[in-house]
């Protein structure tokens, strides 16, 4: 009976999220966001990819309640053991409990991926969108700017600017940020360009609709939905950014436990304890491979061209 | 032997899966073919074009057709291997779809991909095949086939692209032309010119021609004989020329709701749509 | 000079020309343009593709800036570019009805849109009542237009236009993408607004007989210039002057084996 009923109002849900004549602003906001998540869902390796990232966040939210040890505890009388059930991951060359490290260290590893994505996304569109619908000579400075950033390799110039800011996972965030926003801001003023000329454009011009208007609420929603696709594809090779300057001893500093830095301080015993460094670079490739895959399937809801249309 | 139809189409049906159930597109068509110029007319969404493509077996995934029968020719195109349809698609049944833009390869000459054509079907010399294409170019009156057959798609314009695609597609000479809105992205004189192009071949040829539109008068102008088809159903079969005595309510509706030079200038008549019609069709 | 009928015309065009690029790529698009239309009234733009018509009524709405010559609207001089003022006197409606109206935005968003950007008040009143009057009920308002169909899209576009309340429509080809039945409502739909709210129209199409059905006056375009004006009632005397015009109407009576070869080439003009 009880069954009966839920299966029922559950219809009654799915009925109203996909009516097609929705009775308030919200209803079809959510009925589209509804159709985006059915068309989400049957894709099995986007669901993974989702899976993956909340359990990174679920990781880092509840660290404390999910790590058995502290994670900067050094028990030297432990150090380098193999797996066990006390160390799951075995421990490093100071005796730190590697499982604890890793379940912190993915704290880090968000804080570093949210950090850039809301500093890099906002200024390649906004340069991107501005560039692409204003044109003309704006468009040319705000380009060159953007080519001069480009023309460096990413990491070299992660690298410099690190170098000048000093080491530190604050500076890797900010040099990492100013290296990555000139892709966005391409594929922003790309998309511009394509809509700037488009039928519904020259309508709200004609409603007298000034520039920033113009591009604010008619562009930029129309960008963020490759953008988001974008920035979250990119989020394997921004970890993997930070690892690296992590790795070089230019991102975070010990006794941070930082996935990169871990990496680097296990190779000296990789021959013998070659878990020491393997087990946070398992943690990179699995979070990286989650990103891509949750990348992917946004993708396949969100791109335009296919509508995300019922 | 004249008297056998070219093609048989018997409860012919499209469906689509979709999230919301199996959607028809068209529900059980019936009709015959002869060497004729046989004119399917329909607004959007009534299942014209897809009728065409199934003739093809070209009907998009995950389009599901089915057909009691479906004969060209003594051949059953629904159970022709893919390598049969590939021998009838092109040489015996050609297909001239809306935009040429679309239907040409951009990098290749038009003159190589009309002479690539042809040689696809017969094993000729290229020397030969490009002596053909020059022909059928010169058939379709262009003017300067040389230079024609020398330029690249984005170099023509609409109306000289659809002749382009007239030529590539008649040049194995088949017995069947299936010709999807081929004029109605070009402008109204630039299309009746290439209809009389197309009218003549299929004349000299003896060809079927299948001929899929929205526009009622010209249908009814350029074809031998007028299927109405609305919401997936044919509703009417009639000679051209007593279309305008057609009988039908969804025919008579759509020709009221044409405005014409001689009108009056008052309130089109708008069609009423009978539900009725969804359930029975001819 | 003619003081009532010029004070009776609500827009009036004297030599306008659109000119695109520049140099050896120079375009004239629009050629010496003139015509009148007295308010009230609904004035056809015909011709074929790149004819100029509709670079006529971009030039018209704002739309483009690269024009010279006079066009006076509703008494008022027009420069290339326009205050806000001008946009709630002419509104425009598009010819694609899948490419006028934003694929993110609610038809009720994209009818808030003109009220905000002209400070309106009682928005909710306005959109119900607009979409009342292009007989769209209120379960349209929430749709996004992909959940629309070909002719209630227009329906919205024309109720976007109407919504700012103003004098002067511009219809580019407003049914040229709908089917048949759908552009019977909507070309009734127009006559009906114009008559319930005293608008001008002109509308630009390459259909003659839409335009004898709506029009009273109309300019027959050619290589962007104006080949021949006339009034409707010419053209259903069948007797209008310019080959160019006799010729477009025989094509518009269907397919005609015989007269296809007597077509003229008007293309390149000497």
Request: glycine content about 10%; charged content about 20%; proline content about 5%.
């Amino acid at each position: 009976m009880s069954g009966e009923s839920e299966s029922l109002q559950a219809l009654g849900w799915r009925a109203w999220l996909l009516s097609s004549s929705p009775r308030s602003r919200n209803q079809a906001r959510l009925g589209r966001f509804y159709i985006a998540w059915l068309s989400f869902r049957s894709n099995h390796l986007a669901m993974l990819g989702l899976g993956i990232v909340l359990a990174l966040i679920f990781m880092a939210v509840f660290a404390p309640l999910i790590a058995p040890y502290d994670p900067n505890a050094q028990v030297l009388a432990d150090r380098l053991q193999y797996f066990s059930a006390e160390h799951w991951f075995g421990t490093d060359d100071f005796g730190r409990d590697i499982f604890s490290r890793i379940v912190y260290g993915s704290r880090l590893t968000l804080y570093i991926v949210i950090l850039v994505a809301i500093i890099a996304a906002p200024i390649g569109l906004a340069v991107g969108t501005t560039a692409g619908y204003l044109g003309g000579w704006v468009d040319k400075v705000l380009m060159r700017i953007t080519d001069i950033f480009l023309a460096f390799p990413k990491l070299v110039l992660a690298l410099a600017l690190v170098s000048a800011l000093g080491p530190g996972i604050e500076n890797a965030i900010i040099a990492i940020a100013i290296t990555s926003w000139p892709p966005y801001a391409r594929i922003a003023r790309a998309e511009t360009i394509t809509i700037r000329n488009s039928d519904f454009i020259s309508a709200v011009r004609l409603q007298g609709a000034g520039r920033l208007r113009i591009i604010w609420s008619h562009i930029v929603p129309l960008c963020t939905s490759s953008l988001i696709v974008r920035v979250t594809l990119d989020m394997a090779g921004i970890i993997l950014t930070a690892a690296g300057l992590g790795f070089l001893g230019l991102g975070a500093q010990p006794p941070l436990p930082e996935w990169g830095a871990m990496i680097s301080a296990g190779r000296k015993v990789l021959l013998d304890q070659w878990w020491v460094a393997t087990v946070p670079g398992i943690a990179i490739f699995i979070v990286s491979l989650g990103f891509n895959l949750l990348g992917d399937g946004l993708r396949d809801v969100l791109d335009p061209k296919s509508g995300g249309q019922s | 032997m004249t008297d056998k139809p070219l093609l048989t189409i018997e409860d012919l049906k499209v469906s689509f899966p979709t999230r919301k159930g199996l959607v028809e597109a068209v529900r059980g068509i019936s009709l015959s073919l002869g060497r004729e110029k046989l004119g399917i007319v329909g607004e959007s969404g009534s299942g014209k074009s897809l009728t065409g493509r199934s003739i093809l077996r070209l009907v998009p995934k995950p389009g599901v057709v089915t057909a009691g029968r479906l004969e060209f020719d003594g051949v059953d195109l629904q159970r022709a291997s893919e390598a049969q349809m590939r021998e009838i698609r092109g040489q015996r049944i050609s297909m001239v779809m809306q935009d040429p833009k679309f239907s040409l390869n951009p990098v290749m000459r038009v003159g190589e991909q009309i002479a690539e054509a042809y040689r696809t079907h017969q094993k000729v010399p290229q020397a030969e095949a490009r002596r053909r294409a020059l022909d059928m170019l010169a058939a379709v009156r262009i003017r300067d086939p040389e230079r024609v057959y020398r330029a690249y798609p984005h170099e023509v314009s609409g109306g000289m692209g659809q002749r382009i695609m007239i030529a590539m597609m008649l040049i194995p000479d088949p017995d069947l032309l299936i010709a999807d809105e081929p004029t109605s992205a070009l402008d109204v004189t630039v299309q009746l010119q290439v209809l009389a192009i197309l009218d003549d071949l299929v004349t000299q040829r003896g060809m079927g021609l299948v001929f899929i539109s929205h526009d009622l008068n010209l249908v009814a102008s350029f074809c031998d004989r007028v299927v109405i088809m609305y919401a997936g159903r044919v509703m009417e079969v009639c000679d051209a020329k007593n279309l305008a005595a057609a009988q039908h309510p969804y025919t008579r509706g759509l020709l009221n709701c044409l405005p014409s030079i001689d009108g009056d200038g008052r309130d089109l008549p708008v069609l009423k749509r009978d539900p009725a019609w969804m359930e029975h069709g001819l | 000079m003619n003081g009532a009928a010029q004070a009776s015309s609500m827009i009036d065009v004297r030599g306008l020309d659109v000119v695109f690029g520049k140099g050896a790529d120079e375009v004239r698009a629009v050629r010496d343009v003139s015509f009148r239309v007295p308010e009230g009234a609904t004035f056809g733009l015909v011709g074929e593709s790149g004819s100029g018509k509709s670079t006529v009524l971009r030039a018209l709405s704002g739309l483009n800036h690269d024009w010279t010559g006079q066009v006076v609207i509703a008494g008022q001089a027009q420069t290339p570019k326009r205050d806000k003022a001008f946009y709630k006197l002419v509104q425009m409606v598009f010819q694609d009805p899948y490419g006028s109206l934003h694929p993110r935005h609610t038809v009720d968003r994209i009818l808030m849109e003109p009220l905000s950007i002209h400070g309106f008040g009682d928005a909710e009143r306005r959109i119900e009542q607009v979409l009342g009057e292009v007989g769209l009920g209120p379960s349209f308002r929430f749709r996004y237009p992909h959940q629309l169909s070909g002719g209630q899209r227009q329906r919205v576009a024309v109720a976007r236009a109407l919504i700012l309340e103003p004098r002067i429509l511009l219809l580019d080809e407003p049914t040229s993408a709908l089917d048949v039945s759908v552009q019977a409502e909507v070309l009734n739909l127009l006559q009906r607004l114009k008559q319930e709210r005293g608008l001008t129209y002109i509308l630009v199409s390459h259909d003659l007989s839409v335009v004898a059905h709506m029009c009273d006056e109309l300019a027959v375009m050619n290589n962007g210039a104006v080949v021949e004006e006339l009034s409707v009632e010419r053209l259903k005397s069948h007797a209008p002057e310019h080959p160019y015009t006799r010729q477009l109407m025989v094509a518009s009576l269907g397919y005609d084996r015989a007269a296809i070869d007597r077509f003229e080439d008007f293309g390149v003009e000497g």
